[in-house]
């Protein structure tokens, strides 16, 4: 399926804005600290323009008209009711934010006793306008059982290393221990939100940031809350700046990118660090200040500490017994399974291939790679069904073979397997070659023997997602396949271009003619020794209204694949006999040349619907000129003999295109019954080194009737070697560049006297 870029939102990025209300709230926490501003004003004032900023940003999302969407296949109903429509999105995420910031400008207002309320309402409010705002996550694969619980317990653990940092951080007389240890455990979860997703694969989506902005602010707000609830110093207040600030403005750019119509960006590992490193930092930094105070952990504090033991224990357990992760620096072991049933009769499926290429990518160390292998064979094993699964089973004997103990197998497609292997990519291409030899080797059968070929595509694991590994490794798979088998192709972008470009040309090239897209020029043919012109060539050219004007060398290999030739050659030769037909009214009497196919030409119909179409324009058969190229004639050699002669004997004239002017190529000019042979520009060329070879060609042509046309000729130079070296005929840019019939009709009007 082709890739769908849709346009750019149109608005504004401003980072002057940030800068000036940075700089702003710096200024203020550096006066309040110093005592020069009250810390409720600070508060205020910061929260005010950082909140303004914000809500003028997503103000403009929800004023903006909603952005078309690209277009996608159909989804489902559930998959239509979790897409957030993003101008909802948008007002939610405003109405939030701008209640944060009143909560913060309208705290000094308050009468003392009733700051806790208000703080506490707009937390409720803001809290409440969050969770109905926020844009759906990016939606995973669901993972196993075991990964679940490792994920739980590593939460856990990081959520129990910031908890205790809030129990010694907050103010001990100030607050009661149960208002204390709530708020220790709601600025724990609220920081390991905005840790998780921040740190995570999705890290880079706008409904992460928007996550990890409103945990941010949240937890702001609940900071204010409980300083203001307790008797702290009003200084306090300060720390609730930070968190508040940062949130909004990470908020608000979140809601931009949620509610573009672009695509996200490729998912980046996870940040592994972070999350290990931040709670254990903040809760020795927490013990510290309370040293530092003359104060001493107390009870609550230590058995909180206690309690992160299970969770550590509980992971490293997970992490040691599964096979699919990490257990040292140079990357994680990828567990060895069969590709098939295994010893249960369950196949390795795509959410195991999916995981153990997560577990590389999120490792220290990513490295790896992704091997996509197609097999194909020249059909049914000699011996029937039983033949066709000894052959699989051999298949997986020689692939285990060949990859390591530490490498997983698994299926994929139904024509082969994949092979996830941790080293690194020139090591992952030298497997892929191994199990090309191997593979192709041939397979005993009780009817004789059989053999397969194969393509295999690699991807490096570092170059995205799984999903986007597993779609790179495909694209190469596809590539190698499309190039004959046999082979191991490496993915690129390059590569992915001319697949994307392939997989256009495949969709838009069915029905081109009956939409009316193709379209003939001509290009006139002049004899050389007077520079009348005697015939013209028809060239086809594709006007694709989606890829734009596309040349036969490209869009034709599609069309053989797609079993499309013929329907394109009937339409060329009907609309060149026709145009040829209008030229012949008059006096003028000029040959036409069509290009044809040798799968074209092979089709046993060529030769009587060929006679149809000259009938029906009532033209003379010699007028039509039948082009094929040489190199693709060996192969049908047999056939293309006797479909020229078919034509010869209606009349109409045949010629060779693309001479080569080998040894092989004279000695069967013998065996084809042809009137025209054209020559490249090479033969021609004084300071070619195959320009003697023109004599021979020359003197050939004159034994066995042929006219010499010299084509692409693009110089003054070239079109004097042609007429020196003896060809009768010439085309080329120097003489006359393809155009449309108009144009040359006008061109022939130079020429009075042109008939041939």
């Given at each position: 399926?082709?890739?769908?870029y ?5 608005i ?16 203020l ?18 929260g ?23 277009p996608?296949p ?33 705290l ?7 700051r806790?309320?208000?703080v ?8 409440a306008?969050?969770v109905?705002?926020l ?9 196993s ?18 908890v205790?940092?809030?129990?010694l ?12 240890f ?10 390991l939100?905005a ?24 937890s702001g ?17 300060l ?22 119509p ?5 998912a ?5 660090w ?6 254990t ?35 490293d ?15 994680p ?44 064979g ?30 997983l ?7 082969g397997?994949a ?19 191997a ?16 393509g ?15 779609r ?14 046999d ?11 001319q ?10 090239l ?15 043919v ?5 520079r ?20 036969p ?7 053989e694949?797609?079993?499309v ?10 609309r ?6 209008a ?6 009497q ?5 290009n ?7 089709s ?14 009532g ?18 050699l047999?056939?293309?003999v006797?479909?020229?002669?078919g ?6 004239r045949?010629?060779?295109?693309d001479?080569?002017a080998e ?9 084809l ?18 320009r ?35 060809c ?10 393809p ?18």
């Amino acid at each position: 399926m082709p890739l769908a870029y849709p346009q750019r939102a149109s608005i504004p990025r401003p980072t002057l804005p940030d800068t000036l209300v940075l700089a702003a709230v710096a200024l203020l926490l550096f006066a309040g600290a110093a005592g020069r501003v009250p810390a409720l004003a600070v508060v205020a004032l910061a929260g005010a323009a950082s909140c303004a900023l914000a809500g003028a940003r997503l103000s403009r999302l929800t004023a903006a008209p909603p952005p078309t969407p690209a277009p996608v296949p159909t989804r489902s109903r559930a998959a239509r009711r979790r897409a957030a429509p993003p101008r909802r999105v948008a007002v939610l995420l405003d109405a939030a934010v701008v209640t944060a910031g009143l909560t913060a400008a309208v705290l000094p207002l308050a009468e003392p006793g009733q700051r806790s309320a208000v703080v506490v309402s707009g937390l409720a409010a803001s809290a409440a306008l969050f969770v109905a705002g926020l844009p759906p996550a990016a939606r995973r694969s669901r993972p196993s059982a075991r990964l679940r619980l490792r994920g739980a317990a590593d939460a856990t653990a990081a959520g129990l290393g910031l908890v205790p940092a809030g129990w010694l951080l907050l103010p001990r007389d100030a607050l009661d221990p149960p208002v204390r240890f709530a708020v220790a455990v709601a600025l724990g979860g609220l920081a390991l939100a905005a840790l998780t997703v921040l740190t995570g694969p999705h890290r880079r989506t706008g409904a992460a940031r928007c996550r990890g902005g409103a945990a941010l602010t949240l937890s702001g707000l609940v900071v204010l809350a409980a300083l203001q609830a307790g008797t702290a110093p009003e200084r306090a207040a300060l720390v609730s700046v930070p968190p508040l600030v940062g949130g909004v403005l990470l908020t608000a750019a979140g809601a931009r990118r949620a509610t573009r119509p672009e695509p996200d960006p490729p998912a980046p590992p996870t940040r592994v660090w972070p999350r290990a490193v931040v709670p254990t930092a903040a809760a020795v930094a927490a013990v510290g200040w309370q040293l530092r105070d003359g104060g001493s952990p107390d009870l609550t504090a230590v058995l909180l500490a206690l309690a992160l033991a299970p969770p550590l224990v509980l992971r490293d357990l997970l992490r040691a017994d599964d096979p699919a992760q990490p257990t040292g620096p140079g990357g994680p072991p990828v567990g060895h399974r069969p590709a098939g049933p295994d010893r249960s009769g369950a196949p390795v499926d795509r959410p195991a291939l999916l995981r153990a290429l997560a577990a590389l990518r999120n490792a220290p160390a990513p490295a790896g790679a992704l091997l996509v292998v197609d097999l194909d064979g020249p059909g049914p094993a000699p011996d029937g069904h039983q033949g066709r699964e000894d052959v699989l089973a051999e298949v997986l004997r020689r692939a285990r073979a060949v990859v390591g103990p530490r490498d997983l197998l698994a299926d994929v497609t139904a024509t082969g397997f994949a092979v996830v292997t941790e080293v690194g990519p020139v090591l992952a291409y030298a497997l892929g070659t191994r199990l090309l030899a191997a593979l192709t080797e041939p397979y005993p059968t009780a009817g004789g023997s059989l053999r397969l070929r194969a393509g295999i595509g690699l991807a490096e694991i570092g170059n995205g997602g799984p999903e986007d590994v597993l779609r790179q490794a495909d694209l190469a798979r596809r590539r190698a396949v499309q190039l004959g088998r046999d082979r191991v192709e490496w993915y690129d972008a390059y590569l992915e271009e001319q697949l994307v470009r392939r997989l256009d040309l495949e969709r838009e090239l069915p029905g081109a003619v009956a939409r009316g897209e193709l379209d003939l020029v001509y290009q006139p043919v002049l004899d050389l020794a007077d520079r009348q012109p005697v015939g013209t060539e028809a060239l086809l050219r594709w006007r694709s209204p989606v890829l734009g004007t596309v040349l036969p060398a490209e869009f034709l290999p599609v069309a053989e694949d797609l079993d499309v030739v013929g329907e394109l050659g009937c339409w060329v030769l009907d609309r060149a006999c026709r145009q040829l037909a209008a030229w012949s009214a008059g006096s003028r009497q000029l040959w036409m040349a069509v290009n044809v196919t040798v799968r074209e030409l092979a089709s046993p119909d060529f030769v009587p619907r060929t006679a149809a179409v000259l009938d029906a324009y009532g033209l003379s058969p010699d007028r039509l000129v039948v082009e094929v190229a040489e190199p693709r004639v060996g192969a049908e050699l047999p056939t293309v003999v006797a479909r020229l002669a078919g034509l010869r004997s209606l009349g109409v004239r045949t010629a060779l295109d693309d001479f080569r002017a080998e040894h092989a190529s004279l000695a069967q000019l013998r065996r084809l019954p042809i009137d025209l042979l054209k020559v490249g520009p090479q033969l021609v060329d004084p300071a070619d080194p195959q320009r003697p070879l023109i004599d021979v060609v020359v003197n050939v042509g004159d034994r066995l009737g042929l006219d010499i046309v010299a084509e692409e000729l693009e110089s003054a130079s070239l079109v004097d070697g042609a007429r020196r070296a003896g060809c009768r005929y010439g085309q080329g840019f120097a003489l006359a560049r393809p155009a449309t019939a108009e144009r040359v009709e006008a061109y022939f009007e130079e020429f009075p006297s042109a008939s041939r």
